[in-house]
């Protein structure tokens, strides 16, 4: 199954220091069975070529070890008036470099709207946020996913 091309149309948006850009719910489960929720930006979630995977790097230790441990996740996109819900199952999982990059199936989605506008959960990036979040490392980690799935 190919992600839609509007969730990979908003994934691809570039994250600009200080302009507002959205923040992607990605949910994991907990080990009492809750919802566990880590924000991933753009820089941090890539499609695959092909459109069929998804390669995400987590920086939370909580977040990757719930991914391990169940092999599911569910990542949030609003894209106009719509709520995209993919529902993902893990591939594979990578450390490279002190980041975890995971490739992702989308196994479903579903697309809500009212057609009311929404107004998604986003943040303005700081001036420092590369050297924050180590997005050297982070781009490392994705590149390295793709090539390792590529092959």
Same mark, same amino acid.
């Given at each position: 199954?190919?992600?839609?091309?509007?969730?990979?149309?908003?994934?691809?948006?570039?994250?600009?220091?200080?302009?507002?850009?959205?923040?992607?719910?990605?949910?994991?489960?907990?080990?009492?069975?809750?919802?566990?929720?880590?924000?991933?930006?753009?820089?941090?979630?890539?499609?695959a070529?092909?459109?069929?995977?998804?390669?995400?790097?987590?920086?939370?230790?909580?977040?990757?070890?719930?991914?391990? *441990?169940?092999?599911?996740?569910?990542? $949030? !996109?609003?894209? /106009?008036? &719509?709520?995209?819900?993919?529902?993902l #199952? @893990?591939?594979?999982?990578?450390?490279?470099?002190g980041?975890?990059?995971?490739?992702?199936?989308?196994?479903?989605?579903? *697309?809500?709207?009212?057609?009311?506008? $929404? !107004?998604?959960? /986003?943040? &303005?990036?700081?001036?420092d946020?590369? #050297? @924050?979040?180590?997005?050297?490392?982070?781009?490392?980690?994705?590149?390295?996913?793709?090539?390792?799935?590529?092959?």
């Amino acid at each position: 199954m190919n992600l839609p091309p509007a969730v990979v149309g908003v994934l691809a948006e570039p994250v600009v220091v200080g302009e507002p850009t959205q923040g992607f719910p990605f949910l994991t489960v907990d080990d009492a069975g809750a919802p566990h929720c880590a924000l991933v930006s753009s820089t941090e979630v890539r499609v695959a070529d092909d459109g069929t995977e998804l390669h995400v790097v987590l920086g939370g230790r909580r977040s990757r070890t719930y991914l391990e *441990a169940r092999g599911r996740a569910t990542l $949030l !996109v609003v894209e /106009g008036t &719509t709520l995209h819900t993919c529902k993902l #199952s @893990l591939v594979v999982g990578r450390e490279h470099d002190g980041a975890f990059a995971a490739a992702l199936r989308l196994d479903d989605h579903a *697309a809500d709207s009212l057609g009311i506008p $929404l !107004v998604p959960l /986003g943040f &303005t990036p700081p001036p420092d946020i590369a #050297s @924050l979040e180590r997005w050297d490392r982070t781009v490392a980690a994705l590149d390295a996913i793709r090539l390792d799935r590529s092959s």
